[in-house]
């Protein structure tokens, strides 16, 4: 086994729960051959190790011979995986309906084919019931097997049938296959690019759009279709930055598990994905109340089963919340009081480590700077964008990246290093302009930090009152709205002006906007 495999190996044992360690032991004792009891010796020291080193397994297990050490590894992943699916079989639809086909296909081999064909329509009906149409595609086409290679004595119409069901269940799967590819490419340009930042952006999004739709969209029904569609809408709303539309499909989306609760349990992790859509909908558009509702909503649905199933249900869930959590302190203005739940939330990611892609760590170093920059505290605001601006993978959230270097630019002109801010100002101009990433508000921004440097203080809030003045209308400028997402500019600037703190400027909005 390479090393790669062996570092998947080592993931899989640590990401273990207590309850599915001591199934795989007693799975593995049933039979206790040598080797399986070797895998068991294996199994503990790899579980001891904090970070995978083969010298020191190869040094504490000093009677393996290198080869066997491989052979060992292998064996090891294959019954750890072997153990899991017969420990979570009845806990998933999925797994079920899959063992369902695997004895109507051994069945089949023994040739008890009228067995097999009775084994068949019991997973057909699983399958219709849970709407699970690429097992009920499987399920007809080893019927359709059996039927034309043997004499089963099934009737003309029940043969008429089968062949009818196979096809439009093949225009189901063609409908549901282009949307769900269509959301994941949506889902990728957001990733690459973050919202639409022009005209011309807009165009090639709606254009993709238009062509990646199917053109029988008035055909699409069931489950799978309308979920589907509703998140490609989704994205391609957020895209844009129409959050209304985005807040109406994020609702349909969710409404569409509250009309089918049984499809809850089916497809946690979409439900789970969903309230997060949701959640964020209120927040770009400032639902103070419905936002409160829906996360209040949200942390009682982290208490169940459904959501504790699953070590993704549960890590999703989890950091959903708590990302939840820090976009209503950005809210309400509360950033001094959000600062005692950072730790916290950086427990919970570095717990959660083999389950956190980049992008979302990415995301939660951005909020943690940005509250943190609420509050004043502008040294360790850098501390966090640092980590953003040294994250050299490619692809990741282009936005993110120039919006990280900006506000670490504001950090350096509220403490006053003076020296190095002009430098500064010219590098990440340079960034972004090379990023394409520029907007009005933005290089207004620029502008007068430049410009800021000539004024004494004394004459500074009349150039404050300018600035504001100038990037005031903007606000509901649609290609200007991510300025102010990502920073809150006009807090910024109103703070200077009114020689309030930030946090009291974005609070007293709050308050007054509460009521919605």
């Not at 009845?90 to 309906?97: A, E, F, R």
Request: with cysteine; hydrophobic share 40%.
């Amino acid at each position: 086994m390479s090393n790669h495999l062996s570092d998947t190996l080592f993931q899989l044992i640590h990401s273990l729960e207590k309850s599915e360690k001591r199934h795989f032991k007693l799975y593995i004792k049933r039979s206790s051959s040598k080797e399986d009891l070797k895998i068991i010796r294996l199994f503990d020291a790899m579980e001891k190790l904090s970070d995978y080193d083969e010298k020191l397994l190869l040094k504490t297990l000093n009677d393996f011979t290198r080869p066997q050490f491989s052979n060992l590894k292998t064996h090891l992943y294959k019954q750890l995986l072997a153990s899991l699916r017969l420990l979570k079989t009845n806990d998933n639809i999925d797994l079920k309906l899959s063992e369902q086909l695997d004895n109507a296909r051994l069945l089949y081999n023994k040739g008890l084919k009228i067995q097999s064909l009775h084994l068949l329509e019991k997973a057909k009906e699983m399958a219709r019931i849970n709407q699970k149409m690429n097992f009920l595609v499987q399920a007809i086409s080893l019927e359709k097997k059996i039927e034309t290679l043997h004499i089963t004595r099934s009737t003309l119409e029940k043969t008429e049938s089968l062949t009818n069901e196979a096809l439009d269940i093949s225009k189901h799967i063609d409908r549901v296959t282009k949307l769900s590819n269509l959301a994941l490419l949506l889902y990728r340009w957001y990733v690459k690019n973050g919202h639409a930042r022009n005209e011309e952006d807009e165009k090639d999004v709606k254009e993709f759009f238009k062509n990646s739709l199917p053109r029988d969209v008035n055909a699409i029904q069931g489950f799978y279709e309308k979920l589907y569609l509703y998140q490609s809408y989704c994205w391609f709303a957020f895209i844009r930055q129409d959050f209304i539309m985005y807040y109406k499909y994020s609702q349909k989306w969710i409404d569409l598990f509250n009309a089918d609760k049984a499809m809850i349990t089916v497809e946690t992790g979409h439900y789970i994905k969903g309230m997060h859509t949701l959640l964020n909908a209120h927040f770009d558009l400032r639902n103070f109340k419905k936002f409160k509702i829906t996360l209040e909503e949200f942390e009682e649905i982290s208490n169940t089963y459904a959501a504790n199933r699953h070590d993704n249900f549960r890590t999703h869930t989890s950091i959903y919340i708590n990302g939840a959590k820090l976009n209503q302190f950005l809210m309400q203005g509360n950033f001094t009081k959000s600062l005692a739940i950072i730790p916290e939330i950086e427990k919970k990611l570095s717990e959660y480590s083999l389950f956190v892609d980049s992008h979302r760590i990415l995301v939660f170093n951005y909020k943690f700077a940005s509250l943190y920059f609420g509050a004043g505290k502008y040294e360790k605001a850098i501390d966090y964008l640092h980590k953003i601006i040294n994250d050299n993978q490619p692809g990741l959230r282009n936005d993110l990246q120039c919006y990280a270097r900006l506000l670490h630019l504001m950090c350096h002109y509220e403490i006053g290093n003076d020296e190095i801010l002009d430098s500064l100002i010219k590098s990440v101009y340079r960034f972004m302009a090379r990023m394409k990433n520029l907007t009005v508000v933005e290089e207004a921004i620029f502008s007068f930090l430049r410009h800021s440097f000539k004024v004494k203080a004394r004459d500074l809030k009349p150039e404050l009152e300018e600035f504001l003045s100038k990037i005031k209308h903007l606000e509901k400028n649609r290609f200007e709205t991510r300025s102010f997402a990502y920073l809150d500019i006009i807090s910024w600037v109103e703070s200077k002006v009114y020689e309030k703190p930030m946090e009291k400027i974005i609070h007293d909005k709050y308050l007054k906007s509460s009521h919605r």
